[in-house]
């Protein structure tokens, strides 16, 4: 029996991680191995509560600090509820989204990356996927596939203005750089098909 992965795919709206995740699990199922496909916010019924709390409503809804600490209350319920228990029982979990993206969004502004961390170590003790893929695109191209996706409807944080997404950006490529053993940048420009196997490439070394 192989050891249970817990897997993230990351990067900014429109680069292509739900149909990422989707292929993905499918290639790992085909392999044998039990998949639970999840997302962020949300992925337990007391997170995806909260995930409405975060994505609907006006701009100003919640204060930056407030919004981490609804993302890091999320995951905390999301890791404790749904993701240990998978991976206990042997499963390999994917997620769409997970702690880089609060770091990414959150953690830029008001608050540091440190203290994104910190609430992170008090809401899911720290807990870090075992590998991250962040699916890298220029912005024109993932800006078109989200319009294409949307028709320019976004949500609360999807809706904020260009400069944001480019420094979330930004902020995904400098933790690929600097967390290597974790981190790995994907090429996510071309057909979908070929993503997937720039995916399965950076799992080489975890896959059975
Ligand atoms: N490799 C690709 N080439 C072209 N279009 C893509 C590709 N991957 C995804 N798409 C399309 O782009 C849009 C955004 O993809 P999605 O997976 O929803 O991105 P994300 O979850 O990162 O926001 C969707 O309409 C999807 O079908
Ligand atoms: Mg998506």
Redesign the pocket.
């Known amino acids: 029996m192989t050891a249970a992965r817990f897997i993230t795919l990351e990067?900014g709206?429109?680069?292509?991680?739900?149909?990422?995740l989707r292929a993905l699990a499918a290639v790992l199922r085909a392999r044998g191995l039990e998949v639970v496909e999840t997302r962020e916010p949300g992925g337990s019924p007391g997170a995806e509560a909260v995930r409405d709390l975060l994505l609907t409503g006006v701009a100003d809804r919640w204060s930056p600090r407030a919004e981490a600490l609804l993302f890091a209350a999320a995951r905390a319920d999301h890791v404790g509820k749904i993701i240990r228990p998978a991976l206990q029982r042997g499963a390999w979990v994917v997620s769409?989204r997970f702690i880089d993206s609060s770091r990414a969004y959150q953690g830029m502004g008001e608050l540091t990356d440190e203290d994104i961390l910190t609430l992170h170590r008090i809401g899911s003790s720290g807990f870090l996927p075992d590998r991250t893929f962040v699916?890298t695109l220029p912005d024109v191209e993932a800006e078109s596939?989200?319009q294409?996706?949307d028709g320019g409807d976004s949500d609360r944080i999807g809706g904020r203005d260009r400069a944001f997404h480019q420094q979330v950006a930004q902020a995904f490529s400098r933790f690929a750089t600097m967390e290597a053993d974790r981190i790995r940048a994907i090429d996510?420009s071309?057909?979908?098909q070929a993503?997937t196997t720039r995916l399965l490439q950076g799992l080489d070394d975890l896959l059975p």
């Open positions: 990067g709206e429109g680069v292509g991680k739900s149909t990422q769409d699916l596939r989200a294409t996706r996510a071309g057909e979908a993503v």
